[in-house]
């Protein structure tokens, strides 16, 4: 079975950081395309950041120069290191990716910043 498994969420004050880890498995294929979305309460689903095929990483404007995404495609994982968290930031953070043209997501992480 395919699955991505997110882990790495929690409550963090602002100013703080947090590593956001994804680990896919269940396919001999690798995933391609993986990345970071998040949706926060009464809001549609939002990307935070993405590897293209290309090999490019998109991040959404709230988040540049804050956040970092890193992936071992040998480990099928991806990272999401967040620095400088604020309020807004809070929002169940999913992980993302695709398999022969099908796209797999994970069950969630949620992530908190108050003080």
């Known amino acids: 079975q395919v699955q991505l498994v997110e882990s790495g969420g929690g409550l963090v004050q602002p100013g703080g950081s947090l590593r956001l880890s994804c680990a896919g498995s269940?396919?001999?294929?690798?995933?391609?395309?993986m990345g970071w979305y998040r949706q926060a309460p009464g809001k549609p689903r939002e990307l935070v950041a993405r590897f293209t095929s290309g090999g490019n990483i998109n991040y959404a404007d709230p988040v540049k120069g804050r956040f970092t995404i890193s992936r071992d495609n040998a480990k099928n994982t991806v990272d999401l290191q967040m620095n400088s968290l604020k309020p807004e930031d809070t929002a169940v953070y999913y992980c993302n990716g695709v398999i022969l043209g099908r796209t797999y997501w994970g069950q969630g992480t949620l992530v908190t910043v108050s003080s």
């Open positions: 269940g396919s001999v294929f690798g995933f391609a395309n």
